[in-house]
Each structure stands twice: as C-alpha cells, then as structure tokens.
C-alpha cells in the first residue's frame, strides 16, 4: 500500500476584522508573518524528505499570505481551493482523498475548525494547545483517509516571536 503525507499548516495569526472588513480579507498580523518566517526557516534548513508535490490554499487573504510566507523559495505548487473556506473535517477529509490519489506528498493551508477536526479524525497527535495559528503537521498515511490511521512525523508549533 503506498504511503502518502498530509502536510496541515493552520494559517498564522490574522488582524482582526476592521469595521465593515470580510473575513476572508484579513491580512496576517506581525506576529503571523514571524510564525510563518520560522516555517520557512524550518523548512529551508531541514530540507524535509517529502515536500509537498502540491499546496492547496483556501482564498482568504491570511491563508494565502500564510502559503507564501511560510513556502517562499521552495518553488512548491499552490492551488487557490475555494471548498477550503469553512470546511469542516468531514469536508476536508472528502476534499483531499482525490489530490492525495495524484499526489503522495500534499499540503493544505486552511483554518480552524476544520483542520484540526481533520486531524484529530485523522488520529494526528497535536500539541495540547491543539492547532493554533500557524501550527504545522506533517502525517503519514495510506488512501483512502480512515479514521485514526495515520502516523504523526512532525508537529512544528506556532512561533510568532524569535
């Protein structure tokens, strides 16, 4: 059976919404870009076995600055996922099973509840702090997604001062 990895990245910490503001166009707060510089840092230095073959992100503008930031000069594959907007984990676990099929190594850049619903589903095992803003958990696993069988590789925390 091959294995796959699931890499969750929650997006890091947003602004709050300004009067009159959409949700979906809050931008990352200082402390979010920070969190997403020590992904990056992570990732560039470490060099992880299984990158991504392709990121999905949902549109909201904390979540796509999130998968810039975080991914910057990885030269990764991000795809804008309109359905990751407010989905729940039962959502996200039928979202994914298809570009898990075409890609073994996927990310997705999304929001709380829903991914750490996914994860905890999943069988993830997280920080007791759960999956705060900018919380990134990479998970092995076979197709299709069952219910607590995955593997947890790495849970890098959300960093937000260095």
């Known amino acids: 059976m091959p294995t796959h990895h699931l890499w969750i990245l929650r997006h890091a910490r947003a602004e709050p919404a300004g009067f009159g503001m959409r949700d979906q166009d809050r931008p ?3 402390a979010g870009r920070q969190a997403c510089a020590h992904i990056n840092s992570w990732l560039q230095q470490s ?3 299984h990158l ?32 990751l907007w407010e989905a729940s984990a039962g959502e996200l676990q039928a979202l ?9 190594d996927l990310m997705v850049v999304a929001h709380n509840p829903g991914l750490e619903g996914l994860a905890r589903l999943l069988g993830a095992r997280l920080p007791s702090t759960g999956l705060s803003p900018g919380t990134l958990v990479i998970l092995q696993l076979a197709l299709p997604l069952q219910p607590g069988q995955t593997e947890t590789l790495q849970v890098l925390p959300a960093r937000e001062s260095m």
Not at 64 to 73: E, H, I, S, Y
Not at 96 to 104: E, K, S
């Open 28 to 30: 990352l707060a200082a």
């Open 47 to 49: 060099r992880p076995r």
């Open 52 to 83: 991504p073959q392709q990121v999905l992100v949902s549109p909201a503008l904390r979540t796509v600055q999130t998968a810039r930031l975080a991914l910057a000069g990885l030269g990764l594959d991000c795809v804008t996922e309109p359905r």
């Open 96 to 104: 994914l099973g298809d570009p898990l099929a075409r890609h073994r």
